[in-house]
T-cell receptor, first 112, second 113 residues
């Protein structure tokens, strides 16, 4: 089975712009979670989707949003980018609740 | 916010030695998982231990969980240079958190040939 894929792998944007990141989960996995990783804050949970519904949201401003499609693929969007949004954004998929999560390689976003 | 602390923050050992990393957390959990990350890449799942388990093994990995102390440890035996990576513990809540994981700050392990 193919693993979790994320596109693009690298992205450079300027302050004020918006960005959309994409994640394709492992086939059959309906849960997709997003995490942000920065040197200062570490790994932080953004949100989780299951069957197109957001079930959980982390403590991030409304500029961070996401969605999930009927084929379980997910996108996250960050609007009005700030320098502090520079991070590695990781997507993970899971077959069941409270089970292991499989992570993609991440999208490294740089905001200039 | 992060769930807890990992100790030590960094560990440097020689090949063949054992490496022990500790993780403490704050809230009640359903499960605790350990992940490895190489140089800012994706996370690789190592092992999951549920709150009603005390110890689990997988190859050269041994994980213990003490829910009364809210702590866990990861032991890597007979370490290899390829084990060089950052190791993170992550907890899943027992209060309907579904697949939300709270990560520790991680331990950077360096294994020297």
């Amino acid at each position: 089975k193919a693993g979790v894929t994320q596109t693009p792998r690298y992205l450079i944007k300027t302050r004020g712009q918006q960005v959309t990141l994409s994640c394709s989960p492992i086939s059959g996995h309906r849960s997709v979670s997003w995490y942000q990783q920065t040197p200062g804050q570490g790994l932080q949970f953004l949100f989780e989707y299951f069957s197109e519904t957001q079930r959980n949201k982390g403590n991030f401003p409304g500029r961070f949003s996401g969605r999930q499609f009927s084929n379980s693929r997910s996108e996250m969007n960050v609007s009005t980018l700030e320098l502090g949004d520079s991070a590695l954004y990781l997507c993970a998929s899971s077959l069941w609740d409270d089970n292991e999560q499989f992570f993609g390689p991440g999208t490294r976003l740089t905001v200039l | 916010s992060q769930q807890g602390e990992e100790d030590p923050q960094a560990l440097s050992i020689q090949e063949g030695e054992n490496a022990t990393m500790n993780c403490s957390y704050k809230t009640s959990i359903n499960n605790l998982q350990w992940y490895r990350q190489n140089s800012g890449r994706g996370l690789v799942h190592l092992i999951l231990i549920r709150s009603n388990e005390r110890e689990k093994h997988s190859g050269r990995l041994r994980v213990t969980l003490d829910t009364s102390k809210k702590s866990s440890s990861l032991l890597i035996t007979a370490s290899r240079a390829a084990d060089t990576a950052s190791y993170f513990c992550a907890t899943g809540s027992d209060s309907g958190g579904y697949n939300k994981l709270i990560f520790g700050a991680g331990t950077r392990l360096a294994v020297h040939p």
